[in-house]
């Protein structure tokens, strides 16, 4: 199934338990905005794309058992601000809230939100496809690429920017092996995109986040792709860890790329006014239930890091490929 | 007690076992040879030095039961393979070994490399107290220092070499604050550096090895310091994830600085001549014992990486501070 969707029976967001890969292939029903809003705290749900689809799919929810306009409105406040800062996930509540705005009562809202979900559920599939196309045209025949995180299928809705663009690639007959990034704290690079590559049949090898400069100084890396939760006037939002590979790859003259849909695009906002979700300590003291630093540790845990143009290559979207400057007026 | 000693009454090789820490402080025995290299091998003592001092200790041990010369050598082959990219554990074999050489009998032997052992790890804590005092010299008051891996004392048999440099520092009466990189895969800047740094009350703020970009990038870095596994004749060999930190502090205009003893010293030797110990899958598909990615991914998994003399800023030894190019002839 997608990543996320709708259960018409059950009146359902229902998601795949992303905190249970590789172990385990799971999936949650949320039938109200709250257990929606957890699943997206605890990363049951994650990535820019996918957060989009359950931001609308939230909407949805949120129209359930509602009197009032006022009320949605205030109930969907809450849930844009479940993870601050993917674009995405604003993005989707918004245009959903609108739509359902239409409506004349609460069941026609209900429908227009509905309606508006699926067409951004489906979208974000199309535009991913067609980020696979473009993209696909900058990778050789048995290149190998790095990738950080997860900006895979399990990312979006369906087929993947980054990955995607690996999948189409592929498809059009080209040699592609993949080098995986554990990504820490939380290992989305172990748990989600090993597994979704491996489900798929593509080589992919895993490695500690560290040890992208070896790869690259041992000339075993042709490109990097990874996704981006927001892409700002000055470069790109990402996953922490982002900056690190773009500043090696950078420094070993390997091209650094950015796959990501235009709905993460955010260009007259600085990145110094994104807000850069600081996430708890216990991802770096614990792990899992296992302690591995001292309890009372400072820890500093940004979610993600932000990139500027000038390391980046290009970034891929569902009308092109961009390359940087990217101009904003 | 010291990283690592001898217990005269139970005739034993003693060490805190790190992989334990922080959760739990606990001295090992080590009665035979093979509880000593099982012991290494399981990093229950790691650091360059203080497995020159556990491999002259182990030729002890070796020589403990034992009625020819040829038999002592070929056990303590093994000793010296237990783990093969510090050079340190073999300098402290073939230097305990030679002094046991000139008894005349087992007896002798055995109390000839007992006097050798000690001298080694006397010798150790004086070299790191004077890489210390040349080393805090390069620090002024006020310094953020970033370390990877642990270079501290329970990388030696006490005071440490890149800690080492910060403890002198602060005994001098400068204000240091150290941001520790946890470094995957086996977490020896959580478990350890962050432990050892705040039995010290010297303050210490632990961040994902990933995110040393975003802290030199923020400014919050003014100097970088790691150990050593072995200097060769175009850099410096180390622990995983000291390359990456390398070129990005070198991208930054950071200082990065080598703590290493002499006896880390293989000037002679090209990196590319030196066994980089690859270590198990396992290592990355669970963490304890939780499975964190699939069983079936291929894992690159390097213990170590080399950083060639152009990122080096110095080399602080205990006979001074060598500023790059060493050389060799």
């Given amino acids: 199934m997608r990543t996320i969707d709708r259960d018409d029976e059950k009146e359902a967001v229902?998601?795949?338990?992303?905190?249970?890969?590789?172990?385990?292939?799971?999936?949650?029903?949320?039938?109200?905005?709250?257990?929606?809003?957890?699943?997206?705290?605890?990363?049951?749900?994650?990535?820019?794309?996918?957060?989009?689809?359950?931001?609308?799919?939230?909407?949805?929810?949120?129209?359930?058992?509602?009197?009032?306009?006022?009320?949605?409105?205030?109930?969907?406040?809450?849930?844009k601000k479940a993870r601050p800062t993917a674009v995405n996930l604003s993005y989707g509540v918004n245009r959903t809230l609108n739509a359902a705005m239409?409506?004349?009562?609460?069941?026609?809202?209900?429908?227009?939100?509905?309606?508006?979900?699926?067409?951004?559920?489906?979208?974000?599939?199309?535009?991913?496809?067609?980020i696979g196309d473009y993209g696909s045209e900058l990778l050789e025949d048995g290149d190998v690429v790095l990738t950080h995180c997860n900006a895979g299928r399990l990312a979006c809705v369906d087929w993947?920017?980054?990955?995607?663009?690996?999948?189409?690639?592929?498809?059009?007959?080209?040699?592609?092996?993949?080098?995986?990034?554990?990504?820490?704290?939380?290992?989305?690079?172990?748990?989600?995109?090993?597994?979704?590559?491996?489900?798929?049949?593509?080589?992919?090898?895993?490695?500690?986040?560290?040890m992208s400069a070896v790869v690259m100084r041992e000339g075993k890396v042709d490109k990097v792709i990874v996704g981006a939760d927001r892409v700002v006037k000055e470069g790109v939002i990402n996953k922490i860890g982002t900056y690190m590979h773009a500043v090696i790859a950078k420094s070993h003259n390997i091209p650094f790329y950015v796959a990501a849909p235009l709905s993460s695009f955010d260009l007259k906002r600085s990145y110094k006014a994104v807000e850069i979700e600081e996430r708890?300590?216990?991802?770096?003291?614990?792990?899992?239930?296992?302690?591995?630093?001292?309890?009372?540790?400072?820890?500093?845990?940004?979610?993600?890091?932000?990139?500027p143009f000038e390391l980046i290559a290009a970034v891929i979207t569902e009308k092109g490929v961009l390359y940087p400057p990217l101009l904003t007026e």
């Avoid at 690639?169 to 592609?176: L, P, T």
């Avoid at 991802?283 to 990139?307: H, M, R, S, W």
């Fill in 160 to 210: 993947g920017t980054a990955l995607g663009v690996i999948r189409t690639a592929i498809e059009k007959g080209k040699r592609i092996e993949v080098i995986a990034c554990e990504t820490r704290p939380l290992n989305q690079g172990s748990r989600i995109t090993t597994w979704e590559l491996l489900q798929d049949e593509i080589p992919v090898t895993l490695i500690a986040d560290s």
């Fill in 14 to 79: 229902k998601l795949i338990d992303q905190t249970l890969l590789p172990r385990e292939y799971k999936i949650v029903e949320c039938k109200t905005l709250d257990e929606l809003i957890d699943a997206i705290k605890r990363l049951k749900v994650r990535g820019a794309p996918a957060l989009g689809a359950a931001g609308a799919f939230g909407v949805v929810l949120a129209c359930t058992n509602e009197k009032s306009k006022e009320t949605i409105k205030t109930k969907v406040e809450r849930l």
């Fill in 280 to 307: 708890s300590p216990d991802e770096l003291i614990f792990f899992g239930a296992e302690q591995i630093a001292p309890l009372e540790v400072k820890v500093y845990n940004p979610a993600f890091d932000f990139t």
């Fill in 102 to 130: 239409h409506g004349k009562n609460m069941q026609e809202m209900k429908e227009y939100a509905l309606e508006e979900a699926r067409r951004i559920a489906d979208e974000d599939v199309a535009v991913n496809k067609k």
